[in-house]
T-cell receptor, first 115, second 111 residues
Framework: EAGVTQFPSHSVIEKGQTVTLRCDPISGHDNLYWYRRVMGKEIKFLLHFVKESKQDESGMPNNRFLAERTGGTYSTLKVQPAELEDSGVYFC?????????????FGPGTRLTVT | GQSLEQPSEVTAVEGAIVQINCTYQTSGFYGLSWYQQHDGGAPTFLSYNALDGLEETGRFSSFLSRSDSYGYLLLQELQMKDSASYFCAVRRGAAGNKLTFGGGTRVLVKP
């Protein structure tokens, strides 16, 4: 079974540019999450999808961040325009529904550097 | 606010036992999870405690005391491959699907 995949693995962009990160969850997982780890800080929750619907987006830092989940499958996280403080590692995770919802499977992350 | 405290670093030798403590202060607590992350890799789920007590999974065990807002991860028979960062994370949120992470404990295993 394939795990959670993320693309790209690294991205270097200039301040003011736009970047789109992609996450493919484990097949059949209804729950999809985005997290971010900024240098020296803890991993922080950004948002949670159940299928194609946003269940919780309380962690999204501001309206420069836009997340979508097309047809309840893969998800994209767009940052527009990027700022220096957006640099960090963006993790995607997925989990099945029901009793095993607590076990979140993480992808390897996308390392974003904004210069 | 929400906070989880865990030691920043622990060093031990192969074959030893290491206990990583985690104290938390959060709202909407559902349970405590533990994740392992090797450098450059994905956080990997290790264990989850929703109720008080000890959960054992092979060489790793996890404990939770809800009344003390405290838990720990016990790594036994340490191996070199156990060198990694270990995170405690509280499962919270309206549906219990939001993880709030601690800062991580870097475990270094020496020969």
């Amino acid at each position: 079974e394939a795990g959670v995949t993320q693309f790209p693995s690294h991205s270097v962009i200039e301040k003011g540019q736009t970047v789109t990160l992609r996450c493919d969850p484990i097949s059949g997982h209804d729950n999809l999450y985005w997290y971010r780890r900024v240098m020296g800080k803890e991993i922080k929750f950004l948002l949670h999808f159940v299928k194609e619907s946003k269940q919780d987006e309380s962690g999204m830092p501001n309206n420069r961040f836009l997340a979508e989940r097309t047809g309840g499958t893969y998800s994209t996280l767009k940052v527009q325009p990027a700022e220096l403080e957006d640099s960090g590692v963006y993790f995607c995770a997925s989990s099945p529904g029901g009793a095993l919802t607590y076990e979140q499977y993480f992808g390897p992350g996308t390392r974003l550097t904004v210069t | 606010g929400q906070s989880l405290e865990q030691p920043s670093e622990v060093t031990a030798v192969e074959g030893a036992i290491v206990q990583i403590n985690c104290t938390y202060q959060t709202s909407g607590f559902y349970g405590l999870s533990w994740y392992q992350q090797h450098d450059g890799g994905a956080p990997t789920f290790l264990s989850y405690n929703a109720l008080d007590g000890l959960e054992e999974t092979g060489r790793f065990s996890s404990f939770l005391s809800r009344s003390d807002s405290y838990g720990y991860l016990l790594l036994q028979e340490l191996q070199m491959k156990d060198s990694a960062s270990y995170f405690c994370a509280v499962r919270r949120g309206a549906a219990g699907n939001k993880l709030t992470f601690g800062g991580g404990t870097r475990v270094l295993v020496k020969p």
